[in-house]
């Protein structure tokens, strides 16, 4: 490395200050290289971002989230399984090629298989609703949606994916049968779900 070089690098300073949960950041200062500090100042010129503390904040939290400590040049790993970044237009058209049976099967699969490779799934029973919001977190940290739940309820917003595709996942991942809604006008759709009676 060149140090001379990478001492006059810019220097960004995160300043001490309450955040909005009551809670005390600590101040950091490091280098970055000329390319992300022209970057970091287009962003805050052409107001994208607020300021470059935040905006810095906000990177380190998506580092974060989407677990990319784990992340190495062209395999992206999260939750126990690799990722894959695709646009939603290629999804879409190849769940245009499958029946609504197939598309209900293929996600319930999915589930299952989900449910045995992330570890932190493990040992969780599903079959309560309270534990739900673990699944939908992970959900919206993917870039599915926005979910919230209510007791035995979930709703939806923002989602490309099939009402179907979501039936047969939430299926799948908590061994409930689901009936649901769809309300295109507000862009969200509202699943209920009831417990298997066992024969």
């Known amino acids: ?4 070089k990478y001492l ?7 300043p001490a200050k309450l ?8 101040e950091v200062t490091f280098a970055i290289s000329d390319d992300l500090h022209r970057y970091l100042s287009f962003l805050e010129k052409s107001r994208f971002v607020k300021n470059r ?14 677990a990319m400590h784990d992340w190495l040049p062209f395999a992206y790993r999260m939750g126990g399984g690799r990722i894959m970044l695709m646009d939603t237009t290629t999804i879409l058209d190849f769940l245009h090629l499958l029946t609504n049976e ?18 932190f799934f493990k040992d969780i029973d599903f079959s309560r609703p309270d534990n739900w919001s673990l699944v939908l977190r992970e959900m919206e940290i993917m870039g599915w949606g926005k979910f919230s739940r209510s007791r035995n309820e979930i709703q ?22 689901f009936s649901y809604q769809v309300f295109p006008a507000q862009n ?3 699943f209920v779900g009831m417990k298997e009676k066992k024969e």
Do not use: W
């Open 1 to 4: 490395m060149n140090i001379k």
């Open 8 to 14: 006059s690098f810019p220097k960004i300073i995160f």
């Open 19 to 26: 955040c909005e949960r009551g809670m005390m950041l600590k």
């Open 53 to 66: 503390e935040d905006t810095l904040n906000t990177a380190l939290e998506f580092y974060r989230m989407l």
């Open 102 to 119: 197939e598309i209900l099967n293929a996600a319930r699969t999915s589930a299952l298989k989900r449910k045995v490779t992330n570890p």
């Open 156 to 177: 939806v917003e923002a989602c490309i994916l099939p009402a179907f595709y979501l039936k047969g996942y939430f299926e799948g991942m908590f061994g409930y049968q």
């Open 188 to 190: 969200t759709m509202i």
